[in-house]
């Protein structure tokens, strides 16, 4: 988005952290200080700050090009990134991405990113191929329960899925690790708005069940409407946070983002 769109929220940058003081709940599990990702010398994330509490779903809104994805790639130690960024108490720097599934981070990336040539059952196994419990394939029926069309087609290959049942795979096997902090990347891109729906049932469903979601999605309405807080990027920097209530009624986000 241009800032000629006249959606320039610089009232964001003077604001305290979520975790500085007034809250009373000690560090989040997810903690971002000045994050910054450039590629071949451009800034794509310009020194943003952000968190996300135990069992919260935060939302993070903008337009293409914005920097969501980068961030998500970053936090993942998919990018090289600068800043201080620390999960679960750890300093994400010092872990590699396995480190991070086996902490109970996990990512689901924008295109699903399922194994096309293995099937769905097997798909699942790999979400949980870190873990040496004996609950995997307990959890893989909790899966089925969670996402019937699952169960159905458990033994086709991922690749022959149609989009919207790829979204609840890719889901479900980041699901198979047993996250605290789950990663969602533009789950709804190029979804029927029937299977858009069951993607965002899916999504509150796990978020009821303590699992903090960070979700990033360009249908803002959507996000604001299942997240508890917001953060609105804009050209590689945050530049409005608040809850997502305030943010859906807030004028200049409707105007920029919801259509109104």
């Not at 975790?19 to 943003?48: C, H, M, N």
């Amino acid at each position: 988005m241009s800032s000629d769109q006249g959606l320039t929220f610089r009232e964001a940058e003077n604001r305290p952290l979520p975790w500085e003081g007034g809250r009373g709940e000690g560090q989040p599990l997810l903690a971002v200080t000045d994050l910054q990702v450039s590629y071949g010398g451009i800034a794509a994330v310009k020194g943003i700050s952000f968190a996300v509490e135990a069992g919260e779903t935060v939302a993070l809104i903008g337009a293409n090009g914005a920097g969501k994805t980068t961030t998500l790639k970053a936090l993942a130690r998919l990018l090289p990134a600068k800043g201080t960024l620390r999960y679960d108490g750890a300093d994400l720097h010092a872990l590699p991405p396995n480190a991070l599934v086996q902490r109970g981070f996990s990512l689901v990336p924008e295109g699903r990113g399922v194994f096309a040539r293995m099937s769905v059952i097997e798909n699942l196994r790999m979400g949980a191929y870190q873990r040496k419990d004996a609950g995997i394939e307990q959890d893989i029926e909790r899966m089925f329960d969670l996402l019937p069309r699952l169960k159905e087609r458990q033994h086709q290959l991922a690749g022959t899925l149609s989009g919207g049942e790829q979204q609840m795979l890719a889901i479900a096997r980041a699901l198979m690790s047993r996250p605290r902090l789950l990663l969602l990347d533009e789950p709804s891109m190029g979804l029927a708005p029937l299977m858009v729906q069951k993607i965002f049932e899916v999504i509150r469903s796990v978020a009821a069940q303590g699992v903090a979601v960070l979700l990033v999605e360009q249908n803002a309405s959507l996000a604001l409407e299942t997240a508890s807080r917001a953060y609105v990027m804009e050209s590689g920097c945050i530049t409005l946070a608040d809850t997502a209530a305030n943010l859906l009624a807030d004028p200049r986000v409707q105007a920029a983002y919801l259509g109104h």
